[in-house]
């Protein structure tokens, strides 16, 4: 009689991995569909591009303003280039149809004083006070952005 060996057998690893694939397939979708998940993700992406690129005013000492539009927001130098993060080789470009966890976001209302952009000075502070509201399958957060500090606030609206 030959000793068991211990060990776990390369079919096991396989199905075990197979079933943790398949559950990853499931799951991960099902989580980025719930709406709050989406939509605060999103609010939360307005709030760390706005201060990457206080960030990057402040840092570079430049003037750069921050583009709306409903699909999304890109940076701009006051030469209307693209303005890339801080150690980052791209430009700060936010396109909700184009990033798949994003895909069904849309800025509803953009309330920016007249024109659908904020300016951030050499200082990194934000000139206007403005709004965005921002909407997932039928849920609707409203973004405030204070003038000065940028401080972001986020409330749900109801529909």
């Known amino acids: 009689m030959q000793p068991r060996r211990a060990g ?4 096991t690893v396989i199905v075990g991995l ?7 397939v499931v799951a991960i979708p099902g989580y980025f569909n719930r709406h709050d998940v989406t939509l605060e993700n999103a609010c939360r992406l307005v709030s760390r591009d706005l201060r990457t690129l206080q960030n990057r005013a402040a840092l570079d000492k ?3 303003r921050m583009v709306f539009d409903s699909d999304g927001w890109r940076a701009l130098d006051t030469n209307d280039k693209p303005v890339a993060g801080i150690g980052e080789s791209h430009p700060v470009v936010r396109r909700f149809e184009g990033e798949g966890v ?12 007249g024109d659908n952009e904020l300016a951030i000075d050499r200082r990194g502070l934000v000139d206007k006070h403005g709004e ?11 973004v405030k952005i204070h003038r000065g500090s940028g401080d972001i606030g986020v409330a749900p609206l109801a529909r």
Do not use: K, N, P, Y
């Open 8 to 11: 776990i057998s390369l079919l």
């Open 62 to 64: 430049l003037t750069v």
């Open 18 to 24: 197979f079933v943790i694939g398949f559950l990853a």
């Open 132 to 142: 965005l509201d921002i909407s997932f399958r039928g849920e609707t957060r409203r």
């Open 102 to 113: 994003f895909a069904g976001v849309v800025i509803e209302r953009i309330d920016l004083g």
